[in-house]
């Protein structure tokens, strides 16, 4: 701004004669309020080039004010735009080029800005036509040139941020692969595990029943009694239904399955169940009452079969012979009440029937699971209640 502004005047001083008319001051105090709107017009010449480029030569080609100003802002048209616009700059800049350098060369004497007189008063030499279009050549290869060497320097710098950004992408890939490569070693791991577990479970428990079902069987044929033939037959059917679980679990253990892939136990097999307990001489008292069971969830309904299956064994475990009383009520909305309730047992001695240990703390997890309440301990009356409430929200039709 401030080579612009002194280019300007200077050329407005040297165009301006030596007596100065009224009317030609005017003129040269508006000359220098346009240098200053030219010299501040270059500031804006890296965001608008085109405009400040056209703008000022255009001043340059009508006034005395030069050509310094284009100049200026034609390297960042060639750094910014593309040919045409930068053609058409480069024009209107020669043209202000060649409109400075003629008026400087028409002037006579002192006036000429391109002149040089000897200390010695001697004669004046003035530039000849060649250094002026050398000059102008100069002037406008050096703009140019500098416009180039921005462009590529804009280009490098964009390719290098390109490549930068591909790098990063690369990166975050590269992390993506690694993330998904632990998964898969993780998998690959649980998997044996699983592989291991489907292994002991063959081994022990399933072996165990398979055991528990040919002497069952071995019994029933050869009992004389008819109570020990139905109380081996029972045995040997629970033990074929344990075994099908079994190899169900089994099965997804090994093929890795996320979800459980057995049987979908319904509210309808409770019959069932219930018959079950009964043939296996459980004093039972149940009631059921279910609306629309077959539109419940499967998992909502397999833990209830659970609760009810869990319940009974520990009643028949620790009170045989004592009455059960099962009630079950499902709805949709309302949701399922269980409750299962037998006399309280003696604490557990040594002929105490085996169990897990884990059965009221695994229907409670099943319950709370699915958003459920669980409960089960002593009551007042001297009784042993388990007691269960689980959401059901019906599945909107499609």
């Known amino acids: 701004m401030a080579v612009t502004w002194f280019c300007a005047v200077t050329g ?6 030596a007596e100065l008319t009224n009317t030609q001051v005017a003129v040269f105090l508006l000359w220098f309020v346009v240098a200053a709107g030219v010299a501040a017009a270059v500031w804006w010449r890296t965001t608008h080039p085109v405009a400040v480029c056209l703008a000022t030569a255009a001043v340059g080609i009508v006034s005395p004010l030069g050509a310094v100003a284009p100049l ?37 004497g002192e006036n000429v800005i391109f002149s040089a007189t000897a200390e010695d008063g001697g004669a004046t030499s003035y530039m000849t036509p060649l250094g002026y279009l050398i000059l102008g050549v100069l002037a406008l290869g050096l703009a140019v040139g500098v416009g180039l060497l921005r462009r590529v320097a804009t280009r490098a710098g964009a390719d290098a941020d390109a490549a930068r950004s591909v790098a990063t992408a690369e990166s975050r890939r590269a992390a993506t692969y690694q993330a998904r490569s632990e998964t898969l070693q993780t998998e690959l791991s649980r998997q044996e595990e699983r592989d291991l577990i489907a292994r002991e479970m063959h081994d022990t428990v399933a072996h165990q029943l398979s055991l528990m079902s040919l002497q069952a069987s071995a019994l029933e044929v050869s009992s004389e009694d008819a109570e020990t033939g139905d109380a081996a037959r029972s045995m040997r059917s629970s033990a074929h239904r344990a075994l099908e679980e079994m190899r169900t679990l089994i099965t997804s253990l090994r093929e890795g399955a996320e979800d459980y892939a057995g049987r979908d136990w319904t509210l309808d097999d409770l019959a069932d169940l219930l018959d079950s307990a009964g043939d296996r001489g459980v004093d039972l008292v149940a009631t059921v009452f279910v609306t629309d069971g077959d539109a419940a969830p499967p998992t909502l309904t397999r833990t209830v079969y659970r609760v009810v299956q869990e319940s009974l064994t520990n009643a028949a475990k620790h009170t045989p012979g004592a ?16 409750s299962v309730r037998n006399p309280a047992g003696p604490a557990a001695g040594p002929a105490a029937a085996p169990g897990s240990g884990s059965g009221l703390r695994g229907m409670r997890e099943r319950c709370e699971a699915l958003g459920g309440t669980f ?22 039709e499609a």
């Open 12 to 17: 407005a001083a040297f165009a301006a004669p």
């Open 375 to 396: 409960d089960a301990g002593r009551q007042d009356d001297d009784s042993f209640l388990v007691r269960a409430h689980l959401p059901w929200s019906p599945t909107p």
């Open 323 to 338: 009455r059960v009383a099962v009630s079950v009520r499902a709805r949709p909305v309302d949701g399922i009440d269980v």
């Open 72 to 108: 200026l802002a034609l390297p960042w048209v060639v750094a910014r735009t593309d040919l045409r616009r930068s053609l058409l700059c480069g024009g209107a800049t020669t043209l202000a080029l060649i409109a400075t350098f003629w008026r400087d060369a028409a002037r006579e």
